[in-house]
C-alpha cells in the first residue's frame, strides 16, 4: 500500500478512536427523582399537674401544734402532655421558713433572739418524703439550707420516664413527733413550691436537677 494511503488510513483510524473516546465520555443513562414537600418536624415536651383539678400551687404549713404529732400528705396528677417521651424531675423551690417573732413569754424565752431572727424553725423539725406512685422516693427536712437535697437526690435515682399520654401520682407526706419539737416553732409556718419538670431524653449527660 502506498505510503500516504497508510497515512490517510491513520489518520482516519485516530479520528474515529477521538468520537468514541469523547462519546464515552458524555453518552450515559440517568434516572432522577426529586422529592418534595420535605420538612423537619420538632415533637414537643409537655406536662399538666393538678391536685384534685386544681393546677399545681405553692402551699403552706401553718397552725401546727393542734395536736402533738404534726403530720400530712398531698397529691398531684402529672401527665405528659406532649409527643415525646420524657425523664420526670421533682424538686423543691421557694423553701421559706416564716419566724412569727416574739409572739409571747414562751416563745420568747425558747428563742431568745426573736425580735432579730427572720429564719424560722419550723422547717427543721419537719421531715418531708416525695413518693411516686405511693412509695417514697427521696426524703429531707423542711430546714430552709436543705432546699436542694430533694432534687439533688431524685436525680440519683433511676430515670424515671413518661411516655407521651402517660399520667401518674406523684405525692408528698409531711411528720414530726410531738418529742422533736418545743415552744421554739409556736407561731411559725413553712412555705414551699413544688417544681415538676419533664427533660428530653438524650443520648449525653444527665441534666442538672
Not at 426573736?114 to 412509695?135: A, F, M, P, R, W
Not at 409556718?189 to 427533660?199: C, E, G, N, P, V
Request: charged share 20%; net charge neutral.
Amino acid at each position: 500500500m502506498p505510503k500516504n494511503k497508510k497515512l490517510i488510513l491513520s489518520l482516519v483510524l485516530i479520528g474515529f478512536t477521538a468520537m468514541f473516546a469523547i462519546g464515552g465520555t458524555y453518552a450515559y443513562f440517568t434516572a432522577i427523582r426529586t422529592t418534595t414537600q420535605n420538612q423537619i418536624k420538632v415533637g414537643t415536651l409537655d406536662l399538666s399537674v393538678n391536685s384534685n383539678g386544681e393546677s399545681i400551687q405553692p402551699f403552706v404549713l401553718e397552725n401546727i401544734g393542734q395536736n402533738g404529732n404534726i403530720g400530712g400528705s398531698k397529691d398531684w396528677k402529672v401527665k405528659n402532655t406532649g409527643s415525646l417521651p420524657g425523664r420526670l424531675l421533682v424538686r423543691l423551690k421557694n423553701l421559706v421558713n416564716h419566724e412569727a417573732g416574739c409572739i409571747n413569754d414562751q416563745k420568747r424565752a425558747a428563742v431568745p433572739d426573736c425580735e432579730t431572727k427572720t429564719d424560722g424553725d419550723l422547717g427543721k423539725v419537719i421531715t418531708l418524703n416525695v413518693s411516686y406512685e405511693g412509695q417514697n422516693k427521696v426524703s429531707s427536712t423542711l430546714a430552709t439550707d436543705q432546699v436542694a437535697k430533694v432534687g439533688t437526690d431524685w436525680n440519683e435515682l433511676t430515670p424515671i420516664v413518661l411516655q407521651p399520654g402517660e399520667e401518674r401520682t406523684v405525692g408528698v407526706n409531711w411528720a414530726t413527733a410531738e418529742d422533736k419539737y418545743g415552744n421554739e416553732i409556736q407561731g411559725d409556718s413553712t412555705s414551699f413550691d413544688m417544681d415538676f419538670r419533664l427533660i428530653q431524653l438524650i443520648n449525653g449527660p444527665t441534666p442538672t436537677n
